[in-house]
Protein backbone atom coordinates (compact mmCIF):
# COMPACT_ATOMS: atom_id res chain seq x y z
CA UNK A 1 0.00 0.00 0.00
CA UNK A 2 2.81 2.35 1.11
CA UNK A 3 4.76 1.60 -2.16
CA UNK A 4 1.47 2.57 -4.28
CA UNK A 5 1.27 6.13 -2.37
CA UNK A 6 5.12 6.64 -3.27
CA UNK A 7 5.10 5.57 -6.46
CA UNK A 8 1.90 7.81 -6.79
CA UNK A 9 3.40 10.70 -5.32
CA UNK A 10 6.55 10.29 -7.50
CA UNK A 11 4.83 10.45 -10.55
CA UNK A 12 3.53 14.33 -9.79
CA UNK A 13 5.84 17.04 -11.36
CA UNK A 14 8.38 17.78 -9.85
CA UNK A 15 6.58 21.32 -8.95
CA UNK A 16 3.97 19.69 -7.05
CA UNK A 17 6.55 17.55 -5.25
CA UNK A 18 8.75 20.80 -4.13
CA UNK A 19 4.95 22.61 -3.46
CA UNK A 20 3.87 19.49 -1.16
CA UNK A 21 7.37 19.64 0.69
CA UNK A 22 6.84 23.36 1.53
CA UNK A 23 3.27 23.20 2.40
CA UNK A 24 4.16 20.22 5.13
CA UNK A 25 6.79 22.33 6.33
CA UNK A 26 4.66 24.81 7.27
CA UNK A 27 1.78 23.41 8.49
CA UNK A 28 4.06 21.38 10.71
CA UNK A 29 5.79 24.20 11.85
CA UNK A 30 2.50 25.20 13.98
CA UNK A 31 4.09 22.98 16.57
CA UNK A 32 6.19 25.51 17.40
CA UNK A 33 3.75 27.92 18.18
CA UNK A 34 1.65 26.09 20.51
CA UNK A 35 2.40 28.07 23.38
CA UNK A 36 1.26 31.02 21.46
CA UNK A 37 -2.32 32.51 20.94
CA UNK A 38 -4.16 30.52 19.48
CA UNK A 39 -1.85 28.12 18.81
CA UNK A 40 -2.76 24.72 19.79
CA UNK A 41 -6.24 26.09 18.01
CA UNK A 42 -4.18 27.34 14.42
CA UNK A 43 -1.88 23.77 14.55
CA UNK A 44 -5.10 21.93 15.11
CA UNK A 45 -6.71 23.11 11.87
CA UNK A 46 -3.52 23.07 10.07
CA UNK A 47 -1.83 19.10 11.03
CA UNK A 48 -5.84 18.23 10.12
CA UNK A 49 -5.90 19.13 7.32
CA UNK A 50 -2.83 17.38 6.60
CA UNK A 51 -4.16 14.25 8.38
CA UNK A 52 -7.41 14.01 6.55
CA UNK A 53 -5.52 13.86 3.43
CA UNK A 54 -3.42 11.36 4.23
CA UNK A 55 -5.85 8.74 5.45
CA UNK A 56 -7.69 9.59 1.81
CA UNK A 57 -4.47 8.74 0.18
CA UNK A 58 -4.12 5.55 1.95
CA UNK A 59 -7.40 4.89 1.08
CA UNK A 60 -7.05 5.54 -2.04
CA UNK A 61 -3.76 3.69 -2.59
CA UNK A 62 -2.54 6.68 -4.19
CA UNK A 63 -2.44 10.45 -4.63
CA UNK A 64 -6.08 11.65 -5.70
CA UNK A 65 -7.52 15.15 -5.98
CA UNK A 66 -10.07 13.78 -3.84
CA UNK A 67 -7.07 14.11 -1.29
CA UNK A 68 -7.49 18.04 -1.48
CA UNK A 69 -10.70 17.53 0.54
CA UNK A 70 -8.90 17.63 3.47
CA UNK A 71 -7.44 20.78 2.78
CA UNK A 72 -10.90 22.14 1.94
CA UNK A 73 -12.20 20.98 5.16
CA UNK A 74 -9.77 22.66 7.67
CA UNK A 75 -7.77 25.11 5.84
CA UNK A 76 -11.14 26.92 5.02
CA UNK A 77 -12.00 28.11 8.81
CA UNK A 78 -8.09 28.55 9.69
CA UNK A 79 -7.42 31.18 6.72
CA UNK A 80 -10.77 32.71 7.58
CA UNK A 81 -9.50 32.53 11.48
CA UNK A 82 -6.20 34.44 10.60
CA UNK A 83 -7.85 36.85 8.08
CA UNK A 84 -10.95 37.68 10.80
CA UNK A 85 -9.01 37.25 13.63
CA UNK A 86 -5.31 37.45 13.55
CA UNK A 87 -3.96 36.81 16.77
CA UNK A 88 -1.41 38.67 19.06
CA UNK A 89 1.95 37.09 19.89
CA UNK A 90 5.48 37.47 19.39
CA UNK A 91 6.65 39.05 16.33
CA UNK A 92 8.26 35.59 14.67
CA UNK A 93 4.77 34.37 15.60
CA UNK A 94 2.66 36.50 13.10
CA UNK A 95 5.52 36.69 11.00
CA UNK A 96 4.88 32.80 10.99
CA UNK A 97 1.13 33.16 10.81
CA UNK A 98 1.42 35.65 7.80
CA UNK A 99 3.54 32.83 6.07
CA UNK A 100 0.73 30.24 6.99
CA UNK A 101 -2.39 32.32 5.70
CA UNK A 102 -0.42 32.87 2.44
CA UNK A 103 0.95 29.54 1.60
CA UNK A 104 -2.51 28.19 3.09
CA UNK A 105 -4.40 30.62 1.00
CA UNK A 106 -2.40 29.27 -2.21
CA UNK A 107 -2.49 25.88 -1.91
CA UNK A 108 -6.81 26.58 -1.21
CA UNK A 109 -6.70 27.91 -4.77
CA UNK A 110 -5.50 24.82 -6.17
CA UNK A 111 -7.24 22.28 -3.47
CA UNK A 112 -10.70 23.95 -4.34
CA UNK A 113 -10.20 23.24 -7.88
CA UNK A 114 -8.96 19.72 -7.48
CA UNK A 115 -11.97 18.85 -5.39
CA UNK A 116 -14.42 20.89 -7.98
CA UNK A 117 -12.29 18.35 -10.67
CA UNK A 118 -12.81 15.28 -8.70
CA UNK A 119 -16.72 15.80 -7.92
CA UNK A 120 -17.03 16.59 -11.84
CA UNK A 121 -14.94 13.61 -13.12
CA UNK A 122 -17.27 11.07 -10.65
CA UNK A 123 -20.35 12.51 -11.45
CA UNK A 124 -19.12 11.57 -14.96
CA UNK A 125 -18.47 7.88 -14.09
CA UNK A 126 -21.84 7.84 -12.14
CA UNK A 127 -23.68 8.84 -15.39
CA UNK A 128 -21.67 6.49 -17.59
CA UNK A 129 -22.97 3.61 -15.49
CA UNK A 130 -26.38 4.40 -15.81
Known amino acids: MFTQIWQSARDLPVWVRIWVLILAAVNMATLIFLDQPMGVLIAALA ?42 G ?32 RARAQRNLT
Open 47 to 88: LSGMVISMIIMIAHRGVSKLASGGHVITWIPLVLLLILAFPD
Open 90 to 121: TATYQTFLGVLLVVNSISLVFDINDLRLWFRD
